[in-house]
Structure formats: structure tokens, C-alpha cells
């Protein structure tokens, strides 16, 4: 079945650096574009960035945009996201998502990320 399994979340220091990583299985990754969402407290999930099958194609939020890359391996079916300068505001769960057009929309269990010092 389609999974998502998150990895590299934490604690940070403001001014730090964090890769987060998304293990896919279950379906035909290449295929697909894979996003990166997160999730403030009492909030709704919002996009953080998205990338289309072969990477031609990278969205960014404004709120990330010069300090966020996503990036993709088919081979290996992971998609990854890199998060530089964080902020305290970038504190929150991150979610790896899959939108299988009909199949549905597929999420992983989310991972928490916490700038503090």
C-alpha cells in the first residue's frame, strides 16, 4: 500500500539548517509530484514546496523562498527538503505528501520541527 515515511526532524538553533527526507513506497514514484507541507498549532496544513516528477518544475511558499530547497530521487524514491536560516515561525510538524490524482492524496505521519535556542 502507499506509504510516506518522514525522517530528519528536530531541534534547531535560529540561523541553522535541517534536511528533511521522504521515503515513498507503494507507488509509481516517478510519476508523480511529491510536496512538502507544514502545520502551524490550531492551524491548517499549508504547502511549503512542491516538485514536479522529473524536477523540472519547484514551487516555493513566500515564506521560504531563498531559504527552502526540494529536491527528488527517483531512483530511490525519496524526495527531500532542505530548510537553511531557519526562523522560531518555522516551527511545526512537516508533512510529506503524494497526490495520486485518483488514487487520493497520500500523507506521512508528519514530523516535528523546532527552532529554538
Known amino acids: 500500500q502507499v506509504q510516506l515515511v518522514e525522517s530528519g526532524g528536530g531541534l534547531v538553533q535560529p540561523g541553522g539548517s535541517l534536511g528533511l527526507t521522504c521515503a515513498a513506497y507503494?507507488?509509481?514514484?516517478?510519476?508523480?509530484?511529491m510536496s512538502w507541507y507544514r502545520q502551524f498549532p490550531g492551524k491548517e496544513r499549508e504547502l511549503v514546496a512542491r516538485?514536479?516528477?522529473?524536477?523540472?518544475?519547484?514551487n516555493y511558499a513566500d515564506s521560504v523562498k531563498g531559504r527552502c530547497t526540494i529536491s527528488r530521487d527517483n531512483a530511490e524514491k525519496k524526495v527531500y527538503l532542505q530548510l537553511n536560516n531557519l526562523r522560531p515561525e518555522d516551527t511545526a510538524v512537516y508533512y510529506c505528501?503524494?497526490?495520486?490524482?485518483?488514487?487520493?492524496?497520500?500523507w506521512g505521519q508528519g514530523i516535528q520541527v523546532t527552532i529554538s535556542s
Open positions: 505528501n503524494a497526490d495520486l490524482q485518483e488514487r487520493g492524496s497520500y
Open positions: 516538485i514536479s516528477p522529473y524536477a523540472q518544475i519547484k
Open positions: 507503494g507507488f509509481t514514484f516517478e510519476i508523480y509530484a
